[in-house]
Structures are given as structure tokens and as C-alpha cells.
């Protein structure tokens, strides 16, 4: 059960992170942010009568922690996403999205079979894999990373906005798994509490513009139920398996951002990344079978 209320996580975050980066193209990212994270909120709310759990501060604690990393995260990425590749800069989250959650996994006593283990290895390989590019340098842009080994490099935009979104997202998945099992949906409704309080006053403070162009305002509400969709998958994931199992298949989505990029803009998928999506079905499979 587990294992595919994570891989519905990571459809669903790799659906969410392709949706905000175009939105952010066409609007400022703070308020695509927010008018998303205002219509979570509604569906929580909507839904939260029917969901059996008692009223829980902790779990509210540890849902506003999360919160306030995973906008960090997310106002990364759609920037990112915005500027560079999706193909590159969502990848490149990823890598640390997985990899802080396994981190801190294995140091609370998570011990995975050996099977398991491996898939971990092979998801975090594939990870790498799929944020490498051989995209040659954008003139009159910055220094591109280049491997002093002479071979692929990291595209030279966006890259700095992945490695934080990977930060974030990686600190929101250990929050939001501390929070306590029979909590229901209230650590969700914390975590979207704090996101509009940050953001809020971001947008409010920081000249950000307000207005949406026409007919974005759909495309904003998909955007809020893809993200409560993921968020959801992924905390229900962790109250019946293994943190350290449980991130890194949830982490695998942005070879559903880089699938989509490539149906719908068109954007390469290069030898290495292609490795790389079939690393991440083998780890899945791994996990599943450890």
C-alpha cells in the first residue's frame, strides 16, 4: 500500500512542479503560490469533516515547520522552473529531496532489507542520472557548471533554485512524517496555514503583482488539488511504511516533470536521462520487492 500511495505522490508532485513552473511563466511565482495554496486550504477544509481524527496541536506544530520549508522548496523550483529546463532543474531537487529523508531516516534506527536498501542506492543514482545534460552554454548567461572531467554538465540556470528547492523539500518530507499518526488531516491543514500566512505578507510586502492573467484561474485550482493530492499520498504513505522508502519514491518525481516536458514542450530527453527514468522504475520495483 505504501508503495503506491508513493508513486501517487510522486505523479502527482511531478504533474504539480510542471503545472507551476509554466503557470510561473505567466504569472509572479508568489502568487501562483498563493491563489494555489488558497484553494488547498478550501479542499482541506471541505473534506476535513469527513475524515475521522481529533483536533491535534502537535500535529498543527509540525504542519506549519513544514509548511514554511516546503514554500521555501516550492518558491525554488517554480522559479527555477521558470528560468531554466523543467528537464534539468526539477532533477536536480530531487537528488536532495531523497536524499535528506534517507539521511534522516537511517539516523532515527530505519533499517531497510538489503533489497530495499539497494533500490534506495539506485533510486538516489537515478536521481543524479536524470539531472545531467550535455545542454551546450547560453550565450551572454553566467559561467556554466562544467564537470572538471570533461564530461556532462549542469545547465547553467536554475541550478542554485533546484539545490534549495531540494533543501526545502526535503526538510517538508521529515516534518510532515513527525507529525503523529492518527493526526488525519490536520497536519495538512498546518502546513497550508502557514504557506498562506508566508506568502501572504511576501506578496504583500514585496511588490509583487496581484493581478492574474485571463483565464489562469482554472489552471491555479488544478494546480491546489494536484498539490493536496501529493501531500496527501505522501502522508498516508509514511504512516504504513519506512521514511527512508517511502521519500525516495516520492522523490522521483520529476521524471514525471521531465516526461511532461518532453510530450508537451518538447524539451530533449538526453541518453543519460533516459538512463536515468529506467534506474528509477528499477529501484521502484527494488523497494517493492525488499
Keep these: 500500500m505504501e508503495i503506491l500511495l508513493a508513486l501517487g505522490a510522486a505523479v502527482s508532485y511531478g504533474a504539480a512542479d510542471f503545472a507551476g513552473g509554466v503557470l510561473s511563466k505567466k504569472a509572479a511565482v508568489f502568487l501562483v503560490i498563493l491563489v494555489s495554496q488558497i484553494v488547498s486550504l478550501a479542499l482541506l477544509l471541505a473534506v476535513l469533516p469527513l475524515w475521522e481524527a481529533d483536533y491535534s496541536r502537535e500535529a498543527i506544530w509540525w504542519g506549519l515547520a513544514a509548511g514554511a520549508a516546503g514554500l521555501a522548496g516550492a518558491s525554488a523550483l517554480y522559479r527555477g522552473l521558470s528560468v531554466g529546463r523543467m528537464s534539468v532543474v526539477a532533477p536536480i531537487s530531487g537528488v536532495l529531496a531523497a536524499g535528506i529523508p534517507v539521511m534522516v531516516g537511517v539516523w532515527l534506527g530505519e533499517r531497510p532489507g538489503p533489497l530495499a536498501l539497494t533500490g534506495v542506492v539506485v533510486g538516489l543514482v537515478a536521481v543524479v542520472a536524470v539531472s545531467r545534460t550535455t545542454e551546450p552554454r547560453v550565450s551572454a548567461g ?46 495538512l491543514v498546518g502546513t497550508r496555514v502557514s ?51 517511502v521519500a525516495v519514491i516520492s522523490s522521483m518525481y520529476p521524471a514525471v516533470t521531465v516526461v511532461l516536458a518532453r510530450s508537451i514542450l518538447r524539451e530533449p530527453i538526453e541518453m543519460q536521462q533516459g ?3 529506467g534506474l528509477a522504475a528499477a529501484s521502484v520495483v527494488l523497494i517493492t520487492l525488499g
Excluded at 195 to 208: D, K
Excluded at 210 to 217: K, M, N, S, V
Design 275 to 277: 538512463l536515468g527514468l
Design 142 to 187: 553566467p559561467t556554466p557548471l562544467a564537470d572538471p572531467r570533461g564530461g556532462s554538465r549542469l545547465s547553467e540556470r536554475g541550478v542554485l533554485e533546484g539545490l534549495g528547492a531540494g533543501v526545502g523539500f526535503g526538510l517538508f518530507f521529515v516534518l510532515l512524517e513527525r507529525s503523529p499518526t492518527d493526526s488525519g488531516l490536520w497536519p
Design 195 to 245: 504557506m498562506l500566512v508566508l506568502v501572504g505578507a511576501l506578496v504583500a510586502i514585496g511588490g509583487t503583482s496581484r493581478t492574474l492573467p485571463a483565464g489562469l484561474l482554472p489552471h491555479l485550482c488544478v494546480l491546489g488539488l494536484l498539490n493536496v493530492l501529493a501531500d496527501l499520498c505522501y502522508l498516508l504513505a509514511t504512516r504504513h511504511g519506512l521514511l527512508s522508502l
